[in-house]
DNA sequence: GCAAGGTC
């Protein structure tokens, strides 16, 4: 279809409406007749039309506009909760873009006008972002229109020859840019949402986590740049801890004349030994005349500052009104909208040439407090204008933040906009302005040999200081001294100090840190840095400075422990470097997914398997809790298939305390569907292997290894086999051996639970960081030069304050732990074995925040030992009394309440043999009448974060009377 | 309930 008059309709998308509205303006203004605006589907984003003529050829424009990216990367339905699979998986779980809810309006206005047109020209911001988002605008107009022609304006600035040009020089949409961004997205989201959903599920429930959130909703989020950035917190802390402060020597002198007083200062600085300052100092005292041996006077320049981008707008706003970065960003964003200064999310810190920089100081002549300033600014007379300085940083976007229009103060705003408003205001006229002029006097003397100094300076002209009153230059006065001229000093004396550390990361300091490392963007950056307060992971003191919380820092140290890396800024480099090999074209975008992502997820597996070093660095600082981990409910292991029964969770490949082997879906209790497998096997790994018969797909096969002695001689020992049906072998197996399931059970004796998982395999891959094999990333060369972290000695004394009941099986399974144990200190073995703390009463500290003790009433009858009646204090339980046996191997549970209510006149006995007899771990829910065990009672499965699962509760409250899918506390 | 990146 054409546009009026035979022209070509052509629809016009830039990337938020400003700028759909600056280019449509520009456009007509120029050769446009007549500029009309209509509203689209969203109440945002309008559009524009006016006629336009592109190399000549006459075209009916629609400019109109997206706000920022259209789609996000999500996973597909069955992996996007929690627990419906092994968060191992989402390294490969299948992902897509999708139109978020709140963008479809977007997206309906996009389809209608595509329809009608016959080109789409992006007119998106010119970076890999902004590509990316044309590659989204893209998809959705071409789905609806299959013969749009597509180009791309490549414009820097919003300036009428900028844009002029780019609408008559239209190029191609830069895939390799698009691709770079797709990386990231998936890369950051596989990485996130699997290291976020294991330690959250891991740590949350296991340790009473002293936050203002209730522990139930903290999330212990991972991402690739608030880790590190947390990292640059903990790391200043950890330096400051241990911190020595040593004692050193220093020798001063100083002279009174009639002008005044010179201080001198020893050239030496100060000396650590204190018999050879002594020596110096006496020699000095003994011959105590000063000769004058230099006087230098020099002229010293102080430069006003770069043109302001988003990163010096945060950091100055701290310094000077110690506001937070992100509401500098919250109040920039507010004056951007009205229209008082320009885009305040820039990298640019350099005006481009044809930027009318007299125009822009004219306007501010008014004002009552720089108009003034302004008015001398613009007087040839006065010589103060000079051409700005550039910073070199430019975005190719947004011209460095600049005030646009006039304002003496609105009535709406508050004294921050006042504050913000100025800063920018004073910051452009300081940037346009010459240089401070001061005249500097540097005097040294000799005494003894030993050399001082004393400098001292004058202000000749003060210039862009006069506007720029956040900066001052001082100086003092010095006396006048000429060559060769002798006194006898004052004073003269030795003066001992002590080093100190650094002070903790201001605001300024952290955004610093991440400007130079690479993390986040201008845009983002006071994010990450909120997120780490959200997250409870740091605090900011009333100065304005970061230190990490309990919780931040024993999360570092945890990653610290394993060897990981994965709180420093190297990662994300790494990331870096690749994005913009994709972006060159030098690598694919597959490529760098496959290899990213495939070390990831190595380095996620190492990391579960090395769990117990977050454990032992949140047991420094957290007592543990006795709550069932919201982990242990619905676990996995390794996936084997899609569950064929439910269809909507997976089977997994699981092994019970006893150490026989199943496949159980995810949906238990509510899908029961589960494969038990020969109880001769001793160990089962899923491969990567598929089953070509079984359907639905893939069933992955499971690599067993049976007990050579309880299978007949004509079986080997060792079966790759499938549990999809097919496989005769396992069939057979199965009949002959029985299985663990409780109706088959065999008694044997536990094994440990992580044997199916292969650890061997996990370290093999490449290093994350230089891509070589034959290392893993803890022991990469290339990371070795920098400092390794330096941590406090007096973490070791701190330790004792995490002292408490021994840890749980599975944690005294794991043998990865070298290092001595957090208990005694010794070495040969883990703290789980600690003899120190496997014997006598469990610990003086409370068992529990949740649970009050309470008396012991009675006896256990499943293992004698002694009941205590305690007294629950769970939101959904407060104040119900339930009986547990005090034995560490028993598990008996039951509500005091049940025992006594009308079912049959069920006492105490009959409850405790009924849920010993079906489970010897704690027996959920056996005792309320509703809902049982079920049928899979006494299976401990692997859990998410490799944890062997004992005890049956709901998940969401902890209450062992009913299961999450049911929880009355949900959704709270 | 997970990330980071656009933007309103």
Not at 583 to 604: D, H, I, N, Y
Not at 791 to 806: D, I, Y
């Amino acid at each position: 279809m054409s546009g009026s008059g035979g022209s070509i309709r052509v629809l016009n998308v830039a990337e938020k409406p400003s700028v759909a509205k600056s280019v449509a303006t520009l456009l007509s203004g120029n050769q446009g007749q007549g500029l009309r605006v209509r509203e689209g589907r969203s109440r945002y984003n309008k559009i524009y039309e006016f006629n336009y003529s592109i190399n000549g050829r006459p075209c009916h424009m629609l400019v109109t506009s997206v706000t920022g990216h259209l789609m996000e990367l999500e996973f597909e339905d069955r992996f996007r909760k929690w627990h419906a699979c092994d968060p191992a998986l989402l390294f490969t779980a299948p992902v897509h873009k999708k139109v978020p809810e709140d963008k479809l309006d977007i997206k309906r206005t996009l389809e209608e006008e595509a329809r009608r047109c016959q080109w789409l020209v992006l007119w998106l911001d010119c970076d890999r972002e902004g590509e990316n988002i044309a590659f989204e605008v893209i998809e959705v107009c071409t789905a609806v229109n299959r013969h749009l022609t597509i180009r791309r304006a490549r414009f820097s600035a919003l300036t009428e020859r900028d844009i002029y040009n780019a609408v008559q020089n239209l190029v191609n949409a830069n895939k390799f840019f698009a691709d770079a961004v797709d990386a990231r997205q998936e890369i950051d989201l596989r990485i996130g949402a699997s290291f976020t959903r294991f330690q959250t599920m891991l740590l949350r429930d296991a340790f009473v986590i002293d936050s203002t959130a209730s522990d139930r909703n903290l999330v212990l989020s991972y991402g690739p740049c608030q880790f590190p950035t947390l990292g640059f917190v903990v790391e200043r802390y950890w330096e400051i801890q241990s911190h020595e402060p040593e004692e050193f020597w220093t020798i001063n002198c100083s002279h009174k004349s009639d002008e005044g007083t010179a201080t001198f200062h020893w050239m030496r600085g100060h000396l650590f030994d204190y018999a050879c300052a002594v020596v110096i100092y006496e020699m000095c005292v003994e011959e105590p005349t000063a000769t004058v041996t230099k006087v230098r006077q020099q002229e010293k320049l102080k430069k006003p500052p770069n043109p302001l981008n988003t990163i010096q707008l945060e950091q100055r706003a701290s310094i000077y009104f110690r506001m937070s970065s992100e509401h500098t960003m919250k109040v920039a964003e507010e004056l951007y909208q009205a229209g008082f200064i320009s885009y305040p999310r820039t990298e640019t810190d350099g005006f481009s040439e044809r930027t009318d920089l007299h125009a822009i100081v004219e306007e501010q002549q008014r004002h009552p407090g720089w108009g003034s300033y302004a008015q001398r600014l613009l007087d040839p007379a006065s010589g103060l204008w000079k051409n700005p300085s550039n910073g070199g940083h430019d975005d190719k976007a947004h011209p460095p933040i600049h005030p646009t229009k006039f304002s003496s103060g609105e009535s709406g705003w508050s004294q921050d906009h006042h504050r913000l408003y100025e800063l920018v205001v004073r910051h452009f006229l300081a940037c346009v302005s010459q240089p401070a002029v001061g005249a500097e006097t540097t005097v040294e003397i000799d005494i003894a040999g030993e050399l001082f100094s004393a400098s001292g300076r004058v202000i000749l002209a003060k210039n862009y200081l006069d506007v720029y009153r956040f900066e001052s230059w001082g100086g003092s006065l010095l006396p006048t001294y000429e060559f060769g001229q002798q006194f006898v000093p004052t004073t003269l004396t030795l003066d001992s100090g002590v080093t100190r550390p650094p002070p903790l990361l201001s605001e300024a300091d952290l955004l610093s840190c991440m400007d130079k490392e690479g993390i986040g963007t201008d845009a983002t950056m006071h994010d990450h840095i909120k997120k780490l307060l959200d997250r409870f992971y740091a605090t900011k003191d009333s100065s304005m400075r970061f230190s990490p919380t309990n919780l931040g820092e024993a999360l570092v140290m945890g990653y610290d422990d394993m060897g990981y890396k994965l709180w420093k800024p190297y990662l994300r480099a790494v990331m870096e470097r690749d994005m913009k090999a994709v972006s060159e074209g030098a690598k694919s975008k597959a490529e760098v997914l496959e290899t990213c992502l495939q070390q990831m997820k190595a380095c996620f597996l190492d990391a579960r398997l090395n769990k117990v070093k977050l454990f032992e660095a949140m047991s420094v600082f957290f007592e543990r809790s006795s709550r069932p981990s919201g982990d242990d409910q619905h676990t996995s292991g390794e996936f084997v298939r899609q569950c064929g029964l439910c269809h909507e969770a997976d089977m997994v490949l699981r092994q019970n305390r006893d150490g026989n082997f199943m496949v159980g879906c995810l949906g238990y209790p509510q899908c029961r569907n589960a494969v038990w497998l020969p109880g001769s096997v001793s160990e089962a790994a899923v491969t990567t292997n598929v089953c070509n018969s079984c359907t639905p797909g893939p069933v992955y096969l499971i690599q067993f290894t049976f007990r050579r002695l309880e299978i007949p001689p004509n079986y080997s020992a060792n079966h790759l086999g499938c549990i999809g049906g097919c496989d005769e072998t396992l069939r057979q197996l199965t009949e002959i051996c029985g299985t663990g399931s409780r109706l088959s059970a065999r008694g044997r004796g536990p094994v440990t639970s992580n044997n199916n998982v292969p650890r061997s395999n996990t370290r093999q891959g490449p290093c994350i960081y230089c891509h070589q094999a034959g290392h893993s990333s803890g022991d990469c060369p290339s990371q070795s030069s920098g400092p390794r972290s330096v941590r406090p000695q007096s973490m070791n004394v701190q330790s004792a304050r995490g002292r408490g009941p021994a840890m749980s099986n599975n944690v005294q399974q794991s043998n990865t732990r070298q290092g001595a144990c957090i208990y005694c200190h010794q070495t040969g073995h883990s703290s789980g074995d600690c003899p120190s703390q496997s014997s006598g009463p469990q610990s003086a500290r409370p068992r529990s925040m949740n649970v009050q003790s309470g008396q012991v009433s009675t006896s256990c009858s499943t293992c004698g030992a002694p009941c205590a009646l305690r007294t629950a204090n769970t939101i959904a339980n407060r104040g119900r009394k339930f009986y547990s046996c005090q034995s560490q191997a028993c598990n008996f549970f039951v509500w005091e309440d049940s025992l006594n209510n009308d079912n049959g006149g069920r006492g105490f006995q009959r409850a405790n043999v009924s849920a010993s007899a079906s489970n010897p771990t704690r027996s959920g829910g056996s005792g309320r009448g509703g809902r049982g065990a079920g049928d899979a009672a006494g299976v401990s499965f692997v859990s998410a974060t490799g944890d062997p699962v004992s005890g049956r509760r709901c998940f969401a409250c902890g209450d062992p009377s009913h299961f999450a899918n049911v929880c009355p506390n949900r959704g709270n």
